[in-house]
C-alpha cells in the first residue's frame, strides 16, 4: 500500500511533489536533512531516490545534489518551481543519479505526462528521457513520444496537472 503524504498545506513548490510521488507510488517516505538540500526533502528507498523541491527557479542546488547523490548511492530529484509554477515560471526538473558508467546530472528537464498514464522528464532539447517510475527513474535514449505533437500534447497535460497542484 502506498505511503499517503498530504501536500495541500505546503508551499506551491512542496506541492509539485505530489506529481512525482504519485508515479513513483511509495510506500513508505521520510522526510530527508542535510546536504544542503532544500527543507522537506523526502527520502524514498523504495524508488532509490531522493525527492526535493524549490521555489528558487535557477539551478542553485546542483552541487548538494550531487553531494547527495554521492553520499547516498540514491538518484536525487529537485523540482524548480518558481514562485508561479507554470503560470510565470515554467517548472524545470533536475536529476542527479549514477549509471553503471558512472554520475551524471541532468538540468532544465520539464515534466511530460503520455496519454497512457506515465509520468516522464524530458529534455527541452535534444538528449536522455527518464521514465518516473516505482522503482525509480529509468534513463531511456529514445523519446516516449513519435511526434512533435504527441510530446506537445505530453507537456501540455503536465502543465495543466501542474497549475491545479499550485491552486
Do not use: Y
Request: aromatic share 6%; with cysteine; proline share 10%.
Amino acid at each position: 500500500m502506498p505511503a499517503v503524504i498530504d501536500f495541500s498545506d505546503f508551499d506551491s513548490s512542496r506541492r509539485l511533489m505530489a506529481l512525482p510521488v504519485e508515479a513513483l507510488k511509495p510506500p513508505v517516505s521520510n522526510e530527508l536533512r542535510g546536504f544542503g538540500l532544500p527543507a522537506g526533502s523526502l527520502d524514498l528507498p523504495f524508488s532509490n531516490l531522493i525527492l526535493c523541491s524549490s521555489p528558487i527557479a535557477q539551478s542553485f542546488f546542483l552541487p548538494q545534489m550531487e553531494r547527495a547523490r554521492d553520499h547516498t548511492q540514491r538518484d536525487v530529484m529537485l523540482v524548480r518551481a518558481g514562485l508561479a509554477p507554470e503560470i510565470l515560471n515554467p517548472v524545470f526538473v533536475d536529476v542527479a543519479m549514477t549509471l553503471p558508467s558512472g554520475p551524471i546530472t541532468l538540468t532544465d528537464l520539464i515534466f511530460t505526462r503520455l496519454r497512457d498514464g506515465s509520468l516522464w522528464l524530458s529534455p527541452v532539447g535534444r538528449g536522455a528521457h527518464l521514465e518516473i517510475r516505482p522503482d525509480g527513474l529509468a534513463l531511456r535514449t529514445t523519446p516516449p513520444f513519435l511526434t512533435d505533437f504527441e510530446r506537445s500534447d505530453g507537456v501540455c497535460r503536465a502543465a495543466a496537472e501542474i497549475v491545479q497542484l499550485t491552486r
